[in-house]
C-alpha cells in the first residue's frame, strides 16, 4: 500500500505500518470492552503500546529536548493568558509531564494525572508537582479545589461514554470560575492518529474525534455556565459561524472535504480550542 508520508514524519513507512497494525489492535480491544473493564484497559493498553512501539512519537518527545522544548512553548503561549502565582493547575493526559514541568515554575501546584505508568518513568519532579495515575475517566482530586484544567489531545482517546464522565468529573474538581481548557482535533479535517495513512475514519486510539459543535453541546450539557471557542489563540465572537463550517463541510465527501479545508485555510477555525467556565 502506497501512502503520502509528510515530510515531517521522521519515520519509514514499515514503522508506520507496524505502529498502525498494533494500535488497532489494542484499540480494538479497548472499543469494544465493557466499562468495567476499561478501567484497568487504558493503562495496561497504553503501556503496552509504548513497549511494542519503541519509535513512538510521544517516546521520541521525552528524549528529544529541543522537540519538547518548542511543544511546550507553543502551549505556553496560549496557557500564559490564564495562569497566576495562586493558580492550582491540573493538566489530564499529562504524557511525559513536560508541560506540567514548566507550568509548575509559575503556579501554587499543578497535578499531571495520566493512565500510563511507562511514559512518565524515571522522571524527577518539583516539590508542587503532585503525579497521580487515573483509570481514564476519573478525576482522583477534590472536588472544588482546581483553578485551570487543561486536557490537550486527550479527549478523544477516551470512549465516548468515558469522556462524557470524565468532563463531568472535571466539572466538580474545578473551583466556582474555574476554567476547563479542552485542545482536540476535528473530526471533520481526520483521522488524526496513526490511521489517517490507512483509513477514512479513526481505527487507532483516538477512539472518537469531535467537532466544536459536539463539544460545545457537552459542556453546556454537563453545566458551564460559559463557553469559548478560540483560533489562532483569539476568542472566536461568533459561535454560529463555526457551526454553519462544520454543518456544511460535515455532508460534503470525505475527499472532497479535506481538499476544501486545505484550499480554504479551515484548519485553524476547525481545529478545536474550547475553554469552559463553571
Given amino acids: 500500500m502506497s501512502i503520502k508520508i509528510p515530510t515531517t514524519e521522521k519515520r519509514t513507512f514499515q514503522q508506520l505500518k507496524e505502529h498502525y497494525e498494533i494500535e488497532k489492535e489494542l484499540a ?9 473493564d476499561r478501567k484497568h484497559l487504558y493503562a ?3 503501556d503496552e503500546l509504548f513497549k511494542r512501539v519503541p519509535h513512538h512519537p510521544q517516546l521520541r518527545r521525552k528524549g528529544d529536548s529541543k522537540d519538547s522544548h518548542e511543544r511546550v512553548a507553543l502551549q505556553m503561549r496560549f496557557l500564559n493568558n490564564f495562569l497566576s502565582p495562586e493558580t492550582i493547575f491540573l493538566e489530564v493526559g499529562s504524557g511525559d509531564c513536560g508541560l506540567a514541568l514548566e507550568v509548575a515554575q509559575r503556579v501554587r501546584k499543578v497535578y499531571a494525572v495520566d493512565v500510563s505508568k511507562e511514559i512518565t518513568r524515571n522522571l524527577k ?13 476519573g478525576i482522583p482530586i477534590p472536588e472544588n479545589s482546581i483553578t485551570i484544567v487543561y486536557s490537550d489531545q486527550l479527549i478523544e482517546h477516551l470512549h465516548p461514554d468515558d469522556a462524557v464522565e470524565q468532563i463531568q468529573n472535571i466539572y466538580k474538581a474545578l473551583t466556582i470560575g474555574g476554567v476547563c481548557i479542552c ?3 476535528n473530526r471533520l479535517s481526520g483521522p488524526h492518529d496513526i490511521s489517517k495513512y490507512f483509513d477514512k475514519v479513526v481505527t487507532g486510539f483516538h477512539l472518537k474525534e469531535y467537532t466544536n459543535t459536539e463539544l460545545i453541546k457537552l459542556f453546556r450539557k454537563v453545566g458551564f455556565s460559559k463557553i469559548y471557542i478560540y483560533a489562532n489563540s483569539r476568542r472566536v465572537s461568533n459561535l454560529f459561524t ?3 463550517y462544520e454543518k456544511l463541510l460535515g455532508i460534503v465527501p470525505h475527499s472532497l472535504r479535506k481538499r476544501i479545508i486545505s484550499w480554504l485555510a479551515f484548519d485553524a477555525l476547525l481545529y478545536i480550542v474550547i475553554v469552559g467556565k463553571k
Fill in 28 to 36: 480494538s480491544r479497548l472499543r469494544n470492552a465493557c466499562k468495567e
Fill in 125 to 137: 519532579f518539583p516539590p508542587n508537582i503532585e503525579l497521580i495515575f487515573s483509570d481514564g475517566c
Fill in 242 to 244: 463555526i457551526k454553519l
Fill in 183 to 185: 485542545i482536540t482535533p
Fill in 44 to 46: 495496561s493498553l497504553y
